[in-house]
């Protein structure tokens, strides 16, 4: 699909007869519209992303670029619109990027990442920069890797006190097909759908519980419909933000430098975010009333999800699964 045009020409005549005067026509000033989606509140870690990455961009460009946040409600749908060219760029979670770009999907597999530490660590790297290559081929620009956070398991009346009590549980996975693999190793019946709809469907019991980072549970009040959060941390969930690529390459040089120097600006702010959400957001949802317990052996989630590894290696490459696993900062 031919990406619409982006450069709008705003005439001293259009202003004043958006103002209901008129006046001659002095000049013209040339304005690059770029609209960037996330599914979060404001006051979120994507929030904070967003904000970071338009004053970035709009102060480097002293204008030129006007960058417009959007909240959407389907991660996915804003991938496919980005990649279609009826939005600019899309910031969010990276478990909807494996439909687009299924390379990606190693990054999902669980107890992949011991630490923030690491798994920042291998996303700052070459390998991060290579799945970021990726991109380009289905019509899309990786732009930056940005984070949700370590994933943990919550759920209403029923209690987990060892990975076999999740069995037969109906836990609500997004709708990434390396997450449902995982799930369904431990026996557990995952149950994917839309973010949006997750409320809902833990209000009515249509599942039994969700997994998500901090960040994600407490910016979204998850903990109103959960009465347990267990921190199983099984999970690094990355995010990502992204353009249309025939619109990125549209740019100008300096264009492309306010966008990857806004990049720059939204990875900061994300991580700093996630950081305080996690050392802060445990003790606020267990003062909202949450019971938080601490998973002292993950090594018997671990083992639970292990019968899905043989695929993992299959579908990823055991060399590159490795490689990940054994990455050490320089």
């Known amino acids: 699909m031919k990406h619409r045009t982006l450069t709008r020409i705003t005439t001293l005549a259009s202003l004043t007869l958006a103002a209901g005067l008129t006046a001659g026509i002095s000049g013209a000033v040339a304005q690059t519209t770029l609209t960037v989606t996330h599914s979060s509140p404001a006051d979120s870690h994507f929030g904070v992303a967003a904000i970071a990455f338009k004053d970035a961009i709009e102060k480097e460009t002293d204008g030129g670029i006007n960058v417009v946040i959007q909240r959407v409600d389907n991660e996915r749908e804003a991938i496919e619109s980005t990649q279609l060219g009826a939005q600019e760029c899309a910031m969010g979670s990276a478990g909807p990027l494996g439909n687009f770009i299924p390379e990606t999907r190693v990054l999902d597999v669980p107890f992949l990442f011991d630490s923030y530490a690491h798994a920042r660590g291998v996303l700052d790297s070459e390998i991060g920069d290579e799945l970021l290559a990726k991109f380009d081929a289905r019509g899309l620009k990786g732009v930056a890797w940005l984070e949700n956070g370590f994933r943990n398991l919550t759920t209403g009346s029923k209690t987990v006190s060892g990975p076999e009590d999740m069995r037969g ?79 990125f390459e549209g740019l100008d040089d300096a264009g492309r430098k306010a966008v990857q120097d806004g990049a720059k600006a939204a990875v900061v702010a994300n991580r700093t975010r996630v950081e305080q959400d996690e050392t802060q957001g445990i003790e606020t949802l267990r003062g909202r009333g949450i019971e938080v317990v601490e998973i002292t052996n993950r090594d018997a989630f671990r083992d639970a999800m292990s019968g899905a590894n043989a695929d993992f290696e299959a579908q990823f490459g055991a060399d590159l699964l490795k490689r990940i696993r054994d990455w050490k900062a320089q």
Request: aromatic share 6%; proline share 8%.
């Open 169 to 247: 549980m109906k836990i609500r996975t997004m709708e990434n097909e390396v997450h449902m693999k995982a799930w369904q190793a431990a026996g557990v019946l995952p149950t994917p759908m839309a973010f949006s709809e997750l409320p809902s469907a833990l209000q009515q019991g249509t599942v039994d519980g969700q997994e998500n980072p901090i960040p994600v549970i407490l910016s979204n009040n998850l903990d109103m419909m959960q009465k347990h959060l267990y921190l199983t941390r099984h999970v690094y969930s990355p995010g990502i933000l992204l353009c249309n690529l025939d619109f």
